[in-house]
């Protein structure tokens, strides 16, 4: 694979995208999209970041076609909302990538629905967001779903007695598990659009280890991760060239359905996009239909019954 760029993200005029997160991987990630000609919606929880995105991506982008719309991952009846003002307003949606994130809070916190905040978040919330939009995602031509996982799903593992921290909390453990949960998200998606004929293609990245806001916003101030970040910065790459597998993932006509992408340097923890390895507990299609199952049960949402 040759060292993609976003110089070679094609002509995106025409399509339209959602991308959840207002900073950091997500903000590049809707910058770049916007450059080349997409239409995009900057999804997030807060309303100033959001409006600042947009202010940024339209001083780079002048002209841009870009919006900000509030969705909180860790309130469902958000995504609910958002969910019904797009397909009231809309006639379908070409990309959705999920991506933002909640990071190893110190202390186990829950979500508006009373789910473990990591979990509820990265991984509920982006659960019931694909199938909100899943009306719109079908109805385009080409559309796909590209959902973040990250290097630490590599370590992680699902823990179906311990999905909301129910018996202990763990940041980083938890953290994992949300995001191995992420991938088995993807590849399953994949799976049930093969099966039932939706026209999606899912996708998952990660941005290896990238100068995001994601560590200094979560850990605390003391944490390993955050001291690492802060006192040897030149172990992270810029947060542009984290946001390349998304961006490829979303874009390239070389991306293949159901597949994983991340950096192709040093352990993919930096560089351009390539195949990312994928790690036995992400490969369990048993365990992947258990979650789904267990997903639906938990958000009330049926992908069957939103197609």
């Known amino acids: 694979m040759t060292k993609w760029t976003t110089n070679d993200i094609p002509d995106l005029t025409g399509r339209s995208a959602v991308v959840t997160g207002t900073g950091g991987i997500g903000f590049e990630t809707a910058s770049a999209l916007a450059a080349a000609g997409a239409e995009v919606i900057v999804a997030g929880r807060n309303p100033a970041s959001g409006e600042k995105a947009v202010e940024r991506i339209h001083a780079r982008t002048p002209g841009a076609d870009v919006a900000f719309e509030r969705v909180d991952l860790a309130d469902l009846s958000t995504v609910a909302a958002f969910g019904d003002r797009l397909r009231r307003s809309r006639d379908s949606l070409h990309v959705l990538i999920n991506n933002a994130a909640v990071m190893a809070p110190p202390d186990k916190r829950l979500t508006s629905d009373g789910f473990e905040l990591q979990f ?104 390993f991760s955050r001291l690492l970040r802060t006192g040897l910065p030149f172990l992270f790459q810029p947060v542009a060239q984290g946001a390349l597998p998304s961006l490829y993932a979303a874009t390239s006509p070389d991306a293949r359905p159901g597949a994983y992408y991340g950096p192709d340097r040093l352990a993919e923890t930096r560089g351009h996009p390539a195949p990312a390895k994928v790690v036995d507990q992400a490969k369990d299609a048993a365990v992947a239909g258990r979650l789904w199952n267990e997903a639906e049960r938990l958000t009330g949402l049926s992908f069957d019954q939103a197609a």
């Open 120 to 223: 509820g978040t990265n991984f509920l919330g982006h659960f019931a967001l694909t199938a909100q939009l899943l009306p719109l995602l079908r109805k385009a031509e080409g559309a796909r779903v590209v959902s973040l996982g990250s290097l630490a799903a590599n370590g992680g593992a699902i823990d179906f007695q311990n999905l909301n921290a129910e018996r202990a909390y763990q940041p980083m453990a938890i953290y994992s598990q949300s995001k191995l949960a992420c991938i088995l998200f993807a590849f399953e998606l994949q799976r049930r659009s093969d099966w039932a004929g939706w026209g999606i293609d899912s996708i998952a990245a990660h941005p290896g280890i990238s100068r995001s806001d994601l560590i200094p916003n979560s850990a605390g101030r003391w944490e």
